[in-house]
């Protein structure tokens, strides 16, 4: 089967369909620029008939008015209306039908014999004064005056006649070209409603069955899957890419279930030589650091997404580097060393991710008081708080609410604050949580490290079941405090990052 390019399918439909569009306009265009020429033409015609009669009008006049004045400027007038009525006729005849030219002939003789008649009745005004012989040429020059009159309105006459037959002709005209037009932009509409069922068709049922396929992987299976046929090369790249992936996904699949039963066997065989007490210790402290939850990652970048519609680039550049920040801090640092100014600076991301979330509904306060740039902490140790603070005491209110952090260095311990004005802790929960701190109902989304994960770290690291205390009172918020040694003894800590 010859593959065609996706791309150049597409490009050709789209060049067809806008060359068609640009023949129809251009074709409607001339139909109407032709048109308009015609009726331009038989105003302009009508026009220069009505000048031919306003000039043998003056003409007239002025020959009259000389006749009473003897002035110059009365016979130059008479004269120029004469030869602008000539003039306008010689125009009309090089653009008209066999009748009007008739007319236009009959015309132009009438008004040469009146020029003749007016010129000789005013030679024999200008020798004989106003005498008989005079009157008799004077009078005559005005009958064909008149007459040349009745020519005009046979000639307006014609041209109606002509005029409303080119109409006529112009209308039934069009009316086969406009029927032609309707007629080829139908069939342009039927090809591409034909056209795209059938593109969309070729194009959907390959990607349908890739979907079907990519399920199947999904469930576990990837023995049974449907063929996918195609004519379209991209698609056929793509389907042969999805095969090519889902076997190496099995052969890899494969291979980890037979490293793993090696492994299961090995580590059945090392489980007795190991000090049990050190191994749980350490491996619980591994695994309490390694937990993340996806389910915060999606809310965030589904708060990018709305940020993006509604504000500009410049705020979601800033979301984004503060989620990346506050992952690149979590996977660089979880079995590690950190100074509190670190956490500081985490716990800043953390609240710019949730202030743009949730704009006016939460408020953020921290307060730092001396030096802690030196004082090491485990990784992720106040993030978690401040975030259980937020998701089980600000968050659940309508209104919102205020979360205060604030550390204060002492001589030899700092004490560090996570308070909120949520809905705060009953006293049974209070309890168990300030004996066992229970985890299962306080995890972060962010990282996945709640409370328990956190005092538990705490209290292995450095040995100390009162490093962590809580106080709080239900509708009246919540008070975390956390005593950390300056120097305290952090063996423990090395241990766990050296078994690992």
Do not use: W
């Given at each position: 089967?010859?593959?065609?390019?996706?791309?150049?399918?597409?490009?050709?439909?789209?060049?067809?369909?806008?060359?068609?569009?640009?023949?129809?306009?251009?074709?409607?265009?001339?139909?109407?620029?032709?048109?308009?020429?015609?009726?331009?033409?038989?105003?302009?015609?009508?026009?220069?008939?009505?000048?031919?009669?306003?000039?043998?009008?003056?003409?007239?006049?002025?020959?009259?008015?000389?006749?009473?004045?003897?002035?110059?400027?009365?016979?130059?007038?008479?004269?120029?209306?004469?030869?602008?009525?000539?003039?306008?006729?010689?125009?009309?005849?090089?653009?008209?039908?066999?009748?009007?030219?008739?007319?236009?002939?009959?015309?132009?003789?009438?008004?040469?014999?009146?020029?003749?008649?007016?010129?000789?009745?005013?030679?024999?005004?200008?020798?004989?004064?106003?005498?008989?012989?005079?009157?008799?040429?004077f009078v005559e020059t005005k009958n064909i005056g008149s007459y040349c009159k009745v020519y005009i309105d046979r000639l307006n006459s014609s041209f109606l006649n002509y005029n409303s037959q080119l109409y006529s002709d112009i209308v039934k005209s069009n009316s086969v070209i406009y029927g032609s037009?309707?007629?080829?932009?139908?069939?342009?509409?039927?090809?591409?409603?034909?056209?795209?069922?059938?593109?969309s068709r070729k194009l959907t049922k390959p990607l349908d069955s890739l979907v079907q396929n990519s399920k199947q992987v999904s469930k576990g299976n990837f023995k049974s899957l449907s063929a996918v046929e195609t004519d379209i090369y991209e698609i056929d790249v793509l389907a042969e890419g999805f095969k090519s992936m889902v076997s190496a996904i099995n052969i890899l699949i494969e291979s980890i279930k037979r490293k793993a039963e090696v492994e299961r066997q090995l580590k059945n065989q090392q489980m007795e030589n190991l000090q049990i007490e050190n191994l749980l210790k350490h491996t619980q402290i591994k695994m309490l650091q390694s937990q993340i939850n996806p389910h915060f990652l999606f809310n965030t970048l589904n708060s990018i997404v709305q940020i993006s519609i509604v504000e500009g680039a410049s705020e979601t550049e800033k979301l984004i580097k503060s989620i990346s920040e506050l992952l690149r801090y979590n996977l660089r640092n979880i079995d590690r060393y950190v100074s509190l100014q670190e956490e500081i600076d985490v716990v800043k991301n953390y609240v710019f991710i949730q202030e743009t979330r949730f704009e006016d509904r939460v408020k953020f306060k921290i307060e730092v008081q001396g030096n802690i740039e030196d004082i090491k902490v485990p990784s992720?140790?106040?993030?978690?708080?401040?975030?259980?603070?937020?998701?089980?005491?600000?968050?659940?209110?309508?209104?919102?609410?205020?979360?205060?952090?604030?550390?204060e260095r002492l001589r030899d311990v700092c004490i560090i604050l996570i308070q909120d004005n949520g809905c705060g802790i009953d006293e049974e929960t209070l309890r168990k949580i300030n004996s066992t701190t229970d985890e299962a109902k306080h995890t972060g989304h962010a990282t996945g490290i709640g409370v328990g994960n956190v005092v538990k770290r705490l209290q292995l690291l450095y040995e100390d079941s009162h490093i962590f205390h809580i106080e709080s009172e239900l509708n009246e918020g919540t008070k975390v405090f956390l005593k950390i040694p300056i120097k305290g003894d952090l063996v423990n800590y090395d241990k766990s990052i050296n078994c690992g």
């Open positions: 089967m010859k593959m065609k390019s996706l791309k150049n399918r597409l490009m050709s439909f789209v060049i067809f369909t806008v060359l068609s569009m640009i023949l129809i306009e251009a074709f409607t265009l001339l139909i109407s620029k032709k048109t308009e020429i015609t009726y331009s033409a038989m105003i302009k015609k009508m026009l220069l008939v009505n000048e031919i009669s306003n000039d043998i009008d003056s003409s007239i006049f002025y020959f009259d008015k000389y006749i009473d004045t003897k002035a110059l400027s009365d016979f130059n007038q008479y004269e120029a209306n004469y030869k602008n009525a000539k003039d306008k006729i010689m125009l009309l005849k090089d653009n008209t039908n066999e009748e009007s030219e008739y007319i236009l002939r009959d015309l132009e003789n009438t008004l040469d014999s009146y020029k003749g008649r007016g010129d000789s009745s005013i030679n024999k005004y200008k020798r004989l004064n106003k005498d008989e012989e005079f009157y008799k040429e037009m309707i007629t080829f932009i139908v069939m342009i509409i039927s090809f591409c409603i034909i056209y795209s069922v059938s593109f992720m140790t106040i993030q978690p708080l401040v975030e259980n603070a937020f998701i089980h005491g600000v968050e659940p209110r309508e209104d919102g609410g205020e979360i205060f952090i604030k550390i």
